[in-house]
């Protein structure tokens, strides 16, 4: 089955420097793109994927990966922070700056009068741990709120709303309905956030990204093209606990 798939893929315009490959993954249920830090490009497909199903969705995303390959290709890696005051951070779109405070055994993250306040750490690697942990716990409970009110309009219930690290990926659809979705994307404005969020809602009926599930997408997200075009442009800046 990869073989016909890589055929379809195959006919695409990918660039013909790229390193991409296929490979089946019995537990996905959809397209996985995965882009390595050299900017090889792996495409995990469910069996029995339909291969012009899988070829479309690829076209609809060719300019966000492309970006992604070039910017790993040429070294970018991911973004870093130094954990230090004044550096700045995202929420829900908006910045803020960081402020570390002395060492304290019952301080905590958190967000107060504008700053984003850590406790001195042993080491950055904690200090990122805990903002990340912060990022986290906020999400988990505006996603779940967020989320309700996007699936009624989709007309689907999903089993619960996960936020935890996804590493390269942003959002998943599990088989028992679950939506999970990564912490780093608390840093987007929350239109940019609901797009992740319709995005693996319509996955609870629509499994392929062909174009039923643009149609279902649109039907929610009438300035969808808009959205994604900042997403892709947005998404490179988002800080995933790398310090």
């Given at each position: 089955?990869?073989?016909?798939?890589?055929?379809?893929?195959?006919?695409?315009?990918?660039?013909?420097?790229?390193?991409?490959?296929?490979?089946?993954?019995?537990?996905?249920?959809?397209?996985?793109?995965?882009?390595?830090?050299?900017?090889?490009?792996?495409?995990?497909?469910?069996?029995?994927?339909?291969?012009?199903?899988?070829?479309?969705?690829?076209?609809?995303?060719?300019?966000?990966?492309?970006s992604e390959?070039?910017?790993?290709?040429?070294?970018?890696?991911?973004?870093?922070?130094?954990?230090?005051?004044?550096?700045?951070?995202?929420?829900?779109?908006?910045?803020?700056?960081?402020?570390?405070?002395?060492?304290?055994?019952?301080?905590?993250?958190?967000?107060?009068?504008?700053?984003?306040?850590?406790?001195?750490?042993?080491?950055?690697?904690?200090?990122?741990?805990?903002?990340?942990?912060?990022?986290?716990?906020?999400?988990?409970e505006w996603?779940?709120?967020?989320?309700?009110?996007?699936?009624?309009?989709?007309?689907?219930?999903?089993?619960?709303?996960?936020?935890?690290?996804?590493?390269e990926r942003?959002?998943?659809?599990?088989?028992?309905?679950?939506?999970?979705?990564?912490?780093?994307?608390?840093?987007?404005?929350?239109?940019?956030?609901?797009?992740?969020?319709?995005?693996?809602?319509?996955?609870?009926?629509?499994?392929?990204?062909?174009?039923?599930?643009?149609?279902?997408?649109?039907?929610?997200?009438?300035?969808?093209?808009?959205?994604?075009?900042?997403?892709?442009?947005?998404?490179?800046?988002?800080?995933?606990?790398?310090?």
């Open positions: 089955m990869s073989v016909s798939v890589r055929s379809a893929l195959t006919s695409l315009p990918l660039p013909g420097e790229w390193t991409w490959e296929v490979v089946v993954r019995p537990r996905r249920r959809t397209l996985g793109i995965e882009i390595s830090e050299d900017g090889g490009v792996l495409f995990a497909v469910p069996p029995g994927a339909d291969p012009q199903e899988v070829a479309a969705a690829v076209r609809s995303r060719l300019p966000r990966i492309a390959v070039d910017r790993r290709r040429r070294g970018g890696g991911e973004p870093r922070k130094e954990l230090v005051s004044g550096a700045s951070f995202s929420y829900l779109g908006r910045r803020h700056r960081l402020r570390v405070l002395p060492l304290d055994p019952g301080a905590r993250v958190r967000l107060h009068h504008g700053w984003l306040e850590l406790p001195r750490c042993e080491s950055p690697r904690e200090g990122a741990r805990l903002i990340a942990d912060w990022y986290t716990a906020r999400g988990a996603m779940s709120t967020r989320a309700r009110p996007l699936a009624v309009r989709a007309g689907v219930a999903p089993r619960d709303v996960v936020v935890r690290d996804l590493k942003w959002g998943a659809c599990d088989p028992d309905g679950t939506i999970t979705a990564h912490w780093a994307l608390m840093q987007l404005p929350p239109a940019l956030v609901d797009l992740v969020l319709v995005h693996e809602l319509t996955h609870l009926t629509v499994s392929a990204h062909g174009p039923a599930f643009r149609r279902r997408m649109r039907l929610m997200l009438g300035d969808l093209e808009d959205l994604e075009r900042r997403f892709v442009s947005a998404e490179r800046e988002l800080w995933r606990g790398a310090v």
